[in-house]
Protein backbone atom coordinates (compact mmCIF):
# COMPACT_ATOMS: atom_id res chain seq x y z
CA UNK A 1 0.00 0.00 0.00
CA UNK A 2 0.95 3.53 -1.03
CA UNK A 3 2.35 6.12 2.14
CA UNK A 4 -0.44 8.86 2.12
CA UNK A 5 0.31 12.36 0.73
CA UNK A 6 -1.54 13.84 3.36
CA UNK A 7 -0.74 14.33 7.21
CA UNK A 8 -4.06 14.70 9.23
CA UNK A 9 -3.35 16.53 12.62
CA UNK A 10 -5.90 17.43 15.71
CA UNK A 11 -6.07 21.67 16.22
CA UNK A 12 -7.95 21.83 19.32
CA UNK A 13 -9.14 25.51 20.40
CA UNK A 14 -10.86 27.31 23.11
CA UNK A 15 -13.33 30.08 22.43
CA UNK A 16 -12.36 32.44 25.14
CA UNK A 17 -14.07 35.67 23.33
CA UNK A 18 -16.08 37.99 25.95
CA UNK A 19 -19.07 40.38 25.14
CA UNK A 20 -16.88 42.93 26.14
CA UNK A 21 -14.70 42.24 22.89
CA UNK A 22 -17.26 43.69 20.55
CA UNK A 23 -18.33 39.71 19.22
CA UNK A 24 -21.87 39.06 18.14
CA UNK A 25 -23.79 37.48 20.93
CA UNK A 26 -23.73 34.74 18.28
CA UNK A 27 -19.91 34.20 19.23
CA UNK A 28 -20.30 35.13 22.93
CA UNK A 29 -22.76 31.87 23.57
CA UNK A 30 -19.79 30.18 22.06
CA UNK A 31 -17.46 31.27 25.05
CA UNK A 32 -15.81 28.51 26.50
CA UNK A 33 -16.86 25.79 24.01
CA UNK A 34 -13.73 23.50 22.71
CA UNK A 35 -13.61 22.13 18.89
CA UNK A 36 -11.72 19.44 17.12
CA UNK A 37 -10.56 20.35 13.52
CA UNK A 38 -9.03 18.36 11.33
CA UNK A 39 -6.18 19.43 8.98
CA UNK A 40 -3.90 17.67 6.56
CA UNK A 41 -0.62 19.71 6.04
CA UNK A 42 1.92 18.95 3.69
CA UNK A 43 4.76 21.24 2.29
CA UNK A 44 5.15 22.58 -1.27
CA UNK A 45 6.33 18.98 -2.60
CA UNK A 46 3.21 17.27 -1.25
CA UNK A 47 5.80 15.80 1.63
CA UNK A 48 3.48 15.02 4.70
CA UNK A 49 4.92 17.77 7.67
CA UNK A 50 5.07 16.20 11.09
CA UNK A 51 6.76 18.68 13.02
CA UNK A 52 3.91 20.77 14.06
CA UNK A 53 2.48 22.91 16.88
CA UNK A 54 0.03 24.98 18.33
CA UNK A 55 1.84 27.91 17.42
CA UNK A 56 1.96 27.07 13.80
CA UNK A 57 -1.99 27.89 13.73
CA UNK A 58 -4.10 30.38 13.07
CA UNK A 59 -8.18 30.31 14.03
CA UNK A 60 -10.64 32.94 13.39
CA UNK A 61 -14.07 32.82 14.01
CA UNK A 62 -16.34 35.66 13.05
CA UNK A 63 -12.89 37.73 12.13
CA UNK A 64 -11.30 37.39 15.78
CA UNK A 65 -8.20 35.04 16.45
CA UNK A 66 -8.92 32.30 18.99
CA UNK A 67 -6.79 30.30 21.18
CA UNK A 68 -5.71 26.81 20.11
CA UNK A 69 -5.10 24.94 23.17
CA UNK A 70 -3.30 22.18 21.24
CA UNK A 71 -1.85 20.60 17.91
CA UNK A 72 -0.61 17.11 17.61
CA UNK A 73 -1.38 14.18 15.36
CA UNK A 74 -4.54 12.01 15.48
CA UNK A 75 -4.63 8.66 16.25
CA UNK A 76 -8.13 8.19 15.57
CA UNK A 77 -9.25 6.66 12.11
CA UNK A 78 -11.35 8.71 10.19
CA UNK A 79 -15.09 8.04 9.54
CA UNK A 80 -15.93 7.82 5.60
CA UNK A 81 -20.01 7.45 4.79
CA UNK A 82 -19.49 6.52 0.76
CA UNK A 83 -23.15 7.46 -1.03
CA UNK A 84 -23.06 5.66 -4.51
CA UNK A 85 -25.46 7.29 -7.33
CA UNK A 86 -24.37 5.97 -10.69
CA UNK A 87 -27.73 5.27 -11.95
CA UNK A 88 -27.06 1.62 -11.57
CA UNK A 89 -24.35 0.99 -13.80
CA UNK A 90 -21.73 -0.13 -11.29
CA UNK A 91 -19.23 1.86 -12.70
CA UNK A 92 -17.32 3.43 -9.85
CA UNK A 93 -16.71 -0.41 -8.33
CA UNK A 94 -13.27 -0.51 -9.04
CA UNK A 95 -11.92 2.87 -7.80
CA UNK A 96 -14.09 2.28 -5.03
CA UNK A 97 -12.47 -0.80 -4.48
CA UNK A 98 -8.62 1.15 -5.08
CA UNK A 99 -9.86 3.88 -2.64
CA UNK A 100 -10.77 1.75 0.59
CA UNK A 101 -8.11 -0.38 -0.04
CA UNK A 102 -5.85 2.59 -0.14
CA UNK A 103 -7.24 3.77 3.34
CA UNK A 104 -7.05 0.26 4.99
CA UNK A 105 -6.33 0.96 8.56
CA UNK A 106 -6.32 4.56 8.45
CA UNK A 107 -10.36 4.88 7.75
CA UNK A 108 -13.82 3.28 8.27
CA UNK A 109 -16.22 3.19 6.14
CA UNK A 110 -20.35 3.35 5.38
CA UNK A 111 -21.30 2.46 2.19
CA UNK A 112 -25.19 3.12 0.86
CA UNK A 113 -26.04 3.20 -2.94
CA UNK A 114 -29.52 5.38 -4.43
CA UNK A 115 -31.17 3.20 -6.66
CA UNK A 116 -34.66 5.07 -6.45
CA UNK A 117 -34.17 5.53 -2.41
CA UNK A 118 -31.38 5.38 -0.45
CA UNK A 119 -30.28 2.05 0.35
CA UNK A 120 -27.47 1.32 3.27
CA UNK A 121 -25.20 -1.52 1.76
CA UNK A 122 -23.08 -1.70 5.22
CA UNK A 123 -22.64 0.26 8.27
CA UNK A 124 -19.14 1.80 9.70
CA UNK A 125 -16.49 -1.15 9.32
CA UNK A 126 -12.94 -1.34 9.09
CA UNK A 127 -13.44 -4.93 7.49
CA UNK A 128 -11.52 -4.99 4.15
CA UNK A 129 -13.23 -8.21 2.92
CA UNK A 130 -16.97 -7.10 4.13
CA UNK A 131 -16.25 -3.69 2.51
CA UNK A 132 -15.22 -5.16 -1.07
CA UNK A 133 -18.02 -7.62 -0.72
CA UNK A 134 -20.31 -4.60 -0.65
CA UNK A 135 -19.08 -2.68 -3.23
CA UNK A 136 -19.70 -6.11 -5.72
CA UNK A 137 -23.21 -6.38 -4.13
CA UNK A 138 -23.16 -2.82 -6.34
CA UNK A 139 -23.09 -4.63 -9.38
CA UNK A 140 -25.22 -7.52 -8.47
CA UNK A 141 -27.74 -5.06 -7.79
CA UNK A 142 -27.35 -3.55 -11.21
CA UNK A 143 -27.85 -6.66 -12.96
CA UNK A 144 -31.06 -8.01 -10.94
CA UNK A 145 -32.23 -4.32 -11.41
CA UNK A 146 -31.31 -5.00 -15.69
CA UNK A 147 -34.15 -7.80 -15.11
CA UNK A 148 -36.28 -6.28 -13.02
CA UNK A 149 -36.59 -2.92 -15.46
CA UNK A 150 -36.74 -5.48 -18.28
CA UNK A 151 -39.59 -7.48 -17.02
CA UNK A 152 -41.35 -4.30 -15.86
CA UNK A 153 -41.22 -3.68 -19.84
CA UNK A 154 -42.92 -7.02 -20.96
CA UNK A 155 -45.46 -6.49 -18.71
CA UNK A 156 -46.26 -3.09 -19.74
CA UNK A 157 -46.19 -4.42 -23.57
CA UNK A 158 -48.62 -7.41 -22.43
CA UNK A 159 -51.00 -4.65 -20.47
CA UNK A 160 -50.77 -2.56 -23.59
CA UNK A 161 -51.65 -5.35 -25.60
CA UNK A 162 -54.58 -6.01 -23.37
CA UNK A 163 -55.99 -2.30 -23.89
CA UNK A 164 -55.72 -2.74 -26.99
CA UNK A 165 -57.64 -5.74 -27.82
CA UNK A 166 -60.27 -4.93 -25.24
CA UNK A 167 -60.70 -1.44 -27.09
CA UNK A 168 -60.67 -2.99 -30.38
CA UNK A 169 -63.57 -5.12 -28.74
CA UNK A 170 -65.77 -2.60 -27.50
CA UNK A 171 -65.46 -0.49 -30.45
CA UNK A 172 -66.24 -2.90 -32.80
CA UNK A 173 -69.51 -3.28 -35.25
CA UNK A 174 -72.37 -5.12 -32.85
CA UNK A 175 -74.17 -7.59 -34.72
CA UNK A 176 -78.34 -6.27 -35.13
CA UNK A 177 -81.01 -8.96 -34.63
CA UNK A 178 -84.16 -8.33 -35.82
CA UNK A 179 -86.89 -10.31 -33.51
CA UNK A 180 -90.44 -10.47 -34.82
CA UNK A 181 -93.40 -11.98 -33.14
CA UNK A 182 -95.63 -13.73 -34.88
CA UNK A 183 -99.20 -15.29 -34.21
CA UNK A 184 -99.20 -17.95 -32.10
CA UNK A 185 -95.96 -16.66 -30.50
CA UNK A 186 -93.72 -18.24 -31.74
Partial sequence: MGRLNAMSAIVLLSVTASASTGLSNQASLHEGVTRTVFVSVVD???VPVTDL???DFVIKEGGKDREIVGANMTTMPLRIAIVVDDNGTGIFRYALGKFVERLQGRAEFALSTVQGQHLRLLDYTTNLERLLAAIN???TM??????M???NQLMF???LAFAVAALAI??????TRTVEAGAGGH
Avoid at 142 to 147: A, F, L, M, R, T
Avoid at 170 to 175: I, R, S
Fill in 137 to 139: QLN
Fill in 53 to 55: SAD
Fill in 157 to 159: VVA
Fill in 170 to 175: WLAPKP
Fill in 149 to 151: IAT
Fill in 142 to 147: VQSQSV
Fill in 44 to 46: RSG
